[in-house]
């Protein structure tokens, strides 16, 4: 898992594998908790229902148990280019989540500006969240005009 999580390289792994020890995430579950892994895609169809509240109250709990933020910022970036990437090219192989490609693209400039504010947020959350409120604030005024 952390070699498939590190893109086998070894420097990364070991890295991850020092972060794991650190937080005592050592078994299987708790490992792939903090990782976002078994989450990773909720967030996208949480986001893809258009319940602001129950993308608000995941992100919470994501955070509350261990969840690093920034690793699930690039596994969402990586769904959503490959979607882009997918559905750009009508490629009938891969799950489809439900947005237009505007909505793909503006997920995709939402979610990297959220990663670059990482590094200035005094909160790990918050670019997150803004993220997440911001396309919900978009989508809604293109409902209402």
């Known amino acids: 898992?952390?070699?498939?999580?590190?893109?086998?390289?070894?420097?990364?792994?070991?890295?991850?594998?020092?972060?794991?020890?650190?937080?005592?995430?050592?078994?299987?579950?708790?490992a792939?908790?903090?990782?976002g892994i078994r989450t990773k895609g909720n967030i996208l169809q949480i986001?893809?229902?258009?319940?602001?509240k129950e993308a608000m109250i995941w992100?919470?709990?994501?955070?509350?148990n261990g969840g690093n933020v920034?690793?699930?910022?690039?596994?969402?970036?990586?769904?959503?280019?490959n979607q882009l990437v997918s559905k750009s090219t009508e490629d009938s192989d891969f799950h489809q989540l439900d947005f237009t490609l505007k909505e793909l693209s503006q997920?995709?400039?939402?979610?990297?500006?959220?990663?670059?504010?990482?590094?200035?947020s005094p909160v790990a959350e918050l670019p997150l969240e803004l993220a997440i409120v911001e396309f919900y604030n978009e989508r809604n005024q293109?409902?209402?005009n």
């Open 1 to 30: 898992m952390i070699t498939n999580y590190s893109e086998n390289s070894f420097r990364d792994s070991s890295k991850l594998l020092e972060e794991l020890i650190t937080q005592n995430k050592l078994e299987v579950d708790e």
């Open 32 to 35: 792939k908790k903090y990782l």
């Open 47 to 52: 986001i893809e229902k258009e319940d602001l």
């Open 59 to 64: 992100t919470t709990e994501f955070v509350e």
């Open 70 to 81: 920034k690793r699930l910022i690039e596994d969402i970036l990586l769904t959503l280019q």
């Open 107 to 120: 997920l995709i400039k939402l979610f990297h500006d959220a990663y670059q504010m990482l590094k200035i």
């Open 142 to 144: 293109v409902v209402k």
